[in-house]
């Protein structure tokens, strides 16, 4: 099976996660980046909750890409006020993915992937979305097991 991980990563935790897939699954990665950088953490945490209440989207500075040639896309995140980066879903949104499948992961302090995958599912309306992961201190246990699931569905 071939995959490619496409991740964005702020503190590091999210970028980790990528690099054991990559390594497990002997597949390329794509860091993806928004076109103006956030800056640090408070800076970015100003932008993120003015760009909610504008309900704008921050442009992505990674080129667009086409995924219709790998069997399966992991895309990883922060949840940025529970959700996808808004420049992440502008890559994916502009991204060609076709029928491929997305297989979702965040890294958070405290929140759940379920409305992010939502978002997952909304903006890449051709692909199969499954096997959502979100890396929180309540989950990190469950991170072993579902690499391992990974291995047994997609090798």
């Known amino acids: 099976m071939k995959i490619i991980i496409v991740y964005t990563s702020k503190t590091g935790t999210t970028e980790r996660i990528a690099r054991e897939l990559s390594r497990r699954f002997s597949a390329e990665m794509i860091k993806v980046e928004p076109k103006v950088p956030y800056g640090g953490f408070v800076a970015a945490v100003a932008r993120v909750a003015k760009e909610k209440a504008r309900n704008e989207q921050a442009a992505c500075g990674t080129p667009?890409?086409?995924?219709?040639?790998?069997?399966?896309?992991?895309?990883?995140?922060?949840?940025?006020?529970?959700?996808?980066?808004?420049?992440?879903?502008?890559?994916?949104?502009?991204?060609?993915?076709?029928?491929?499948?997305?297989?979702?992961?965040?890294?958070?302090?405290?929140?759940?992937?379920?409305?992010?995958?939502?978002?997952?599912?909304?903006?890449?309306?051709?692909?199969?979305?499954?096997?959502?992961?979100?890396?929180?201190?309540?989950?990190?246990?469950?991170?072993?097991?579902?690499?391992?699931?990974?291995?047994?569905?997609?090798?």
């Not at 992961?105 to 992961?133: D, H």
Request: aromatic share 16%; proline share 8%.
């Open 64 to 155: 667009y890409r086409d995924f219709s040639g790998y069997d399966a896309v992991f895309v990883g995140f922060p949840l940025w006020a529970g959700d996808v980066p808004t420049y992440m879903q502008d890559f994916l949104q502009n991204s060609i993915l076709g029928g491929t499948i997305v297989v979702p992961f965040a890294s958070s302090a405290f929140e759940g992937i379920g409305r992010a995958e939502k978002t997952v599912k909304m903006i890449c309306p051709g692909a199969k979305v499954e096997n959502p992961f979100a890396s929180n201190p309540r989950t990190v246990n469950r991170f072993p097991a579902w690499l391992t699931h990974l291995e047994k569905q997609y090798r």
